[in-house]
């Protein structure tokens, strides 16, 4: 799906998804590090409150006068365990060796919630433990507990004892504390994104301008007309690079066009050449077929000497003549007038056109008595006479033979359109209708078509054709009507 999306768009996204995992990472590295802080600082917390407790009650074995053993615990600690609770601010009980409670700091009314046995785990775990310090980690009503249990020795450092101390993890203050940070992170999250989502919109649609630009010009390349090369000021490297190959292309691109047009009018010469020569020599043959067998049989003496002459002079000019149309034919093909455009109804001229034929079955239509145009009046009666003559041409045999012309508008465009019910044209033959040499009749140099849509494309107009074979054939020319 993000492949689908354009260059634009996938820069624009990517930049915000950076800014909210980059959001997301610091929320849980800041979380992660406030986790790791609270659990440093209760511990820190803990082993201070532990040593000090310690310190005070081997304060009291070096102060008291009872012998500081096992049994003496319970006296020597009767009072003085309330004022060390009450200096260090927190409780603590004191238990034998074999885990019996001796003596607790908590108030009465709260003795009951203190343990009176360890339980063997405790005892296991401080006898093993080489600091002879046990810490265990509980959860109570959904806050964090601990409870450190460390040997009270005597003078000599012979355990005579062990102290507790009960631990509650108190992260209200910190709770809130964090909340507050979040929630001012939350809003330089938020404007952070709103900054980045601007950012983003304004960096994507400079990056990708340069190459929008590229991509129109690429799109208009066309090897009919000059393509102008890209012009912008101070791109960045990568789009710099992208308009010199494109610049670069453009010149190939020209010199090859200019190489294939001179390669394709030195083709169409020798195409040219070729169908004059081989026109040419169509009435040359027949003329010196005649002359041969006029040298060989004409005899002065002849009484029908006169006769002959002029049978033999019919037939040269008969040829002479064909050899005339055909120059003809292919001066008017190949030099074709200038275009003098002026302002001429459509349909009057059209219909003009078609007074040159005599033949009964060509018709002329028009929904609109005008219709007008700015056209070459020469040229307009040129193309209409060869697409009619195309058609009578195309009758062959037909019994009930139709020619109809029409001249409609269509919006800004005029159509002409030539219908017959002719032979058709064939498939194998439909590609090459236009090319000037073709032709499918027995006479003639198959240059009117040609002629008529050069015609045509020097207007901006186009033309085109419909045939079934056997059935008829519809062309059809449409012109600007500026």
């Not at 009291?60 to 260090?88: C, G, M, S, W």
């Not at 037939?315 to 007038?337: E, G, K």
């Not at 239509?365 to 060869?386: F, G, H, M, P, Y």
Request: hydrophobic share 40%.
């Amino acid at each position: 799906m993000f492949k689908k999306l354009s260059l634009r768009s996938r820069i624009f996204f990517t930049m915000i998804m950076l800014v909210l995992i980059a959001s997301v990472l610091i929320a849980g590295v800041t979380l992660f590090q406030y986790q790791e802080q609270s659990q440093d600082y209760h511990q820190n917390r803990l082993e201070r409150k532990e040593e000090q407790i310690l310190q005070s009650i081997s304060y009291a074995l070096r102060e008291t006068t009872y012998e500081p053993i096992t049994e003496n615990l319970q006296h020597i600690f009767k009072d003085e365990i309330y004022k060390i609770a009450d200096v260090q601010n927190v409780n603590f009980n004191i238990y034998d060796l074999g885990g019996e409670l001796i003596k607790s700091s908590k108030p009465a009314f709260e003795a009951d919630s203190v343990s009176n046995c360890l339980d063997a785990e405790v005892l296991n775990n401080l006898l093993k433990s080489p600091e002879k310090r046990y810490v265990e980690e509980k959860s109570t009503a959904g806050d964090d507990y601990q409870a450190t249990y460390k040997y009270i020795t005597d003078p000599k450092f012979k355990p005579i004892g062990i102290m507790n101390l009960p631990y509650f993890e108190d992260n209200s203050f910190n709770d809130m504390e964090l909340r507050e940070f979040f929630m001012r992170l939350g809003g330089v999250y938020l404007l952070m994104l709103i900054s980045a989502i601007v950012l983003a919109y304004f960096i994507s649609k400079y990056i990708t301008r340069s190459l929008q630009t590229v991509a129109d010009k690429m799109t208009q390349t066309n090897l009919t007309h000059r393509n102008e090369k890209i012009v912008i000021e101070n791109p960045s490297e990568e789009i710099g690079k992208l308009i010199a190959s494109y610049n670069a292309m453009i010149d190939e691109l020209e010199a090859s066009a200019a190489k294939l047009a001179r390669s394709e009018r030195e083709q169409a010469w020798r195409e040219m050449a070729k169908q004059v020569a081989h026109e040419i020599k169509n009435p040359l043959t027949p003329m010196r077929l005649s002359v041969q067998s006029f040298e060989r049989k004409f005899r002065p003496d002849d009484p029908e000497a006169e006769g002959k002459i002029k049978e033999f002079s019919k037939t040269l000019v008969q040829q002479i003549d064909t050899m005339s149309n055909i120059a003809s034919a292919f001066s008017n093909f190949a030099d074709m007038p200038a275009q003098q455009k002026e302002t001429l109804n459509v349909v009057k001229v059209s219909k003009l056109a078609l007074d040159i034929f005599n033949e009964p079955y060509i018709h002329f239509i028009s929904d609109e008595e005008e219709i007008i145009a700015k056209l070459d009046r020469t040229q307009l009666i040129r193309i209409v006479t060869n697409l009619v003559m195309n058609a009578i041409q195309a009758m062959g045999d037909q019994e009930h033979p139709r020619i109809l012309v029409t001249v409609a508008s269509e919006g800004d465009m005029v159509k002409i359109s030539v219908a017959d019910n002719g032979i058709g044209i064939a498939d194998e033959f439909k590609d090459k209708i236009f090319e000037p040499k073709f032709t499918t009749k027995t006479s003639g140099m198959g240059l009117g078509l040609g002629m008529v849509k050069n015609i045509v494309e020097n207007y901006q107009g186009s033309i085109g054709f419909t045939s079934q074979e056997g059935k008829g054939t519809v062309f059809s020319v449409k012109f600007p009507l500026e």
